[in-house]
């Protein structure tokens, strides 16, 4: 009766992903799908514990209580701008806990298949892992955005993986006289995963943070094949789909992610494409020797006002800034005096997947307004004014033409063709891919520099007098 109750339980939970995951596809229900995936994981964890009995009610009560405390405290205090770090981080310990079970398995395993499973989830979960807090340190600052390489990387990314594979047959069929008292597969799994930790360094370190979206893409779907394999040796049923749910949409999403900045997987995991701005560049008005035209708040409320369709691009400069309140309430005041406005969403813009999606939904942007790249590319040649808060490398026109630039094909918003375009940036430095962007420089573009949220502030100010 009790395992009827737990399978039920679990086949509930599996609905429950599902349709969460279904959910996720729209933001408008993107937020009830998350909450009816969380609700499922929370069934799957309540079951599996009355299942093996590990924790009594009392224990399982306090455990979600802090728990929840520390979900609440991280969704309160962490800032929108470092909410890509914190889901590298979430991934990383994905990772590690999917390794740390599977690990602790292998002490009473049997038979060579178990130990095989068992050494894929080590490998995959402790690659995770690491990986993932190499990427935090990336996306947070606290390592360089630069892709880091040295001389040799290839000949020791090989050993290492050599090494690897050296430590999974180990594992499987290794003496117990090197074992130092333990069982051979034990020892070759202690193994495995300081070689597996060194390999998910390796594997993230030569990557630039403009391809960190990507990146963290990825190693979501790592987070889940780990789980799945766990699942696997444990014999969970929820956590295998979870698991595979996970890893299959992360691969998913790793691919349209590529496909929108026209690159494969293996040209962004070897390419080294992504740099911080360089500090020297020209703060304002000229770079390269060519000249930009620049505006103040009073011309583009005028021009803002009197237009008849206006089309937003919210880029990481909108974070940073964190001005998706004003940009809201800037479009709100323009739509009360019949401007047509709509928001523009590259698919890469931003420092994770759905960035821009994330931080409109935090300032109640109606989700009607909302337009992915390919639905709206064909808009800007009837648009009259084009307002760029904080993009950069997603609206290049070099894209287009240019094949010595590092963002050749990839698929931009077509600013350039609106009739006026308005860039809000802090200065002329580049972007993440690390080359000057052809729009700052076009005769229908204008600059209106200085911070994102200051600007739009001026900008209300203005309309509203007019």
């Known amino acids: 009766m009790v395992s009827d109750l737990i399978n039920l339980s679990y086949l509930l939970a599996a609905a429950l992903f599902i349709v969460g995951l279904k959910r996720l596809q729209s933001p408008a229900t993107a937020r009830r799908g998350n909450q009816l995936a969380a609700l499922g994981m929370l069934l799957a964890v309540v079951a599996t514990l009355f299942l093996k009995q590990i924790l009594s009610p009392i224990?399982?009560?306090?455990?979600?209580?802090?728990?929840?405390l520390v979900g609440l405290v991280l969704a309160r205090q962490v800032k929108m701008t470092a909410m890509p770090e914190l889901v590298a981080a979430f991934n990383g310990f994905g990772g590690l806990a999917s390794a740390l079970v599977a690990g602790a398995e292998v002490i009473g395993a049997t038979g060579w298949s178990t130990v095989l499973t068992i050494t894929i989830s080590v490998v995959i979960g402790m690659v995770t892992f690491s990986g993932s807090f190499v990427a935090f340190g990336k996306l947070s600052g606290k390592i360089s955005g630069n892709?880091?390489?040295?001389?040799g990387q290839g000949l020791l990314m090989t050993l290492v993986a050599g090494a690897a594979i050296f430590a999974m047959a180990w594992a499987l069929i290794g003496p117990a006289s090197l074992s130092a008292g333990l069982a051979p597969a034990s020892f070759g799994v202690l193994v495995l995963a300081a070689v597996a930790l060194l390999l998910g360094i390796l594997f993230v370190m030569p990557i630039g943070g403009a391809d960190m979206p990507v990146v963290v893409a990825l190693l979501n779907s790592f987070s889940g094949l780990a789980a799945a394999a766990t699942g696997f040796v444990l014999g969970n049923t929820a956590l295998i789909v979870s698991g595979a749910l996970v890893g299959a949409s992360g691969l998913i999403l790793t691919n349209i992610m590529c496909v929108a900045m026209n690159r494969s997987l293996l040209n962004v995991l070897i390419g080294g494409f992504g740099q911080e701005s360089d500090a020297s560049a020209p703060a304002l008005g000229m770079a390269d020797g060519r000249r930009v035209t620049t505006t103040s708040p009073d011309d583009t409320a005028i021009l803002l006002t009197y237009a008849q369709r206006v089309i937003i691009i919210p880029g990481y400069g909108l974070a940073v800034a964190q001005a998706q309140h004003q940009v809201r309430e800037l479009a709100d005041i323009l739509q009360a005096r019949g401007v047509d406005v709509k928001y523009a969403i590259h698919p890469v813009a931003g420092r994770m997947p759905g960035h821009m999606?994330?931080?409109?939904?935090?300032?109640?942007?109606?989700?009607?307004?909302?337009?992915?790249?390919?639905?709206?590319?064909?808009?800007?040649?009837?648009?009259?004014?084009?307002?760029?808060?904080?993009?950069?490398?997603?609206?290049?026109?070099?894209?287009?033409?240019?094949?010595?630039?590092?963002i050749y094909g990839m698929p931009i918003l077509n600013a350039d063709q609106s009739r006026a375009a308005i860039v809000l940036k802090r200065s002329m430095r580049p972007g993440y891919a690390g080359v000057q962007n052809e729009l700052f420089f076009s005769a229908n573009t204008r600059m209106l520099f200085g911070d994102a949220k200051d600007s739009i502030s001026a900008l209300i100010a203005e309309v509203k007098e007019i």
Do not use: C, K
Not at 59 to 68: C, D, K, R
Not at 365 to 393: C, K, R, S, W
């Open 59 to 68: 224990e399982m009560i306090a455990g979600l209580a802090v728990g929840g």
């Open 147 to 151: 892709p880091i390489s040295f001389r």
């Open 357 to 406: 999606n994330v931080l409109l939904a935090e300032a109640n942007v109606p989700y009607d307004q909302l337009f992915e790249m390919d639905d709206i590319n064909h808009a800007f040649d009837n648009t009259d004014v084009t307002l760029v808060v904080g993009a950069n490398d997603v609206v290049n026109p070099a894209a287009r033409h240019d094949q010595s630039s590092p």
